[in-house]
């Protein structure tokens, strides 16, 4: 299994920008796809969820403002997130759950300045 997230950046309070995880070695279309967050010091915290496509789930924090979307045809989920705020700066991971074990990319560095 590998996952290779890209799309981090700077971006400064108010902005947009679009993770992308291209995943391998799974079947793609009936995995579970999410994105955690984590920042210096502390855990990694939950943003969200793909069961299936039309099984979303969103930690509150990011609730209306985050999307995340899948493309079964490139083995890709996405991670749409609008109205950014300095909170928001963390290293983002994708991750999938494969028979009990939970795989984890490698990490993209999103930055928002205020």
């Known amino acids: 299994v590998q996952l290779q997230a890209s799309g981090g950046g700077v971006v400064q309070s108010g902005g947009s920008l679009r993770l992308s995880c291209q995943a391998s070695?799974?079947?793609?279309?009936?995995?579970?796809m999410g994105w955690y967050r984590q920042t210096p010091g502390n855990e990694r915290e939950f943003v969200a969820r793909d069961r299936s496509g039309s099984d979303l789930f969103y930690a509150d924090s990011v609730k209306g403002r985050f999307t995340i979307s899948r493309d079964n045809a490139k083995n890709t989920v996405y991670l749409q997130m609008m109205s950014l705020k300095p909170e928001d700066t963390a290293v983002y991971y994708c991750?999938?759950?494969?028979?009990?074990?939970?795989?984890w990319g490698q990490g993209t560095q999103v930055t928002v300045s205020s």
């Open positions: 991750y999938t759950p494969q028979g009990g074990k939970t795989f």
């Open positions: 070695g799974i079947i793609f279309s009936l995995s579970v």
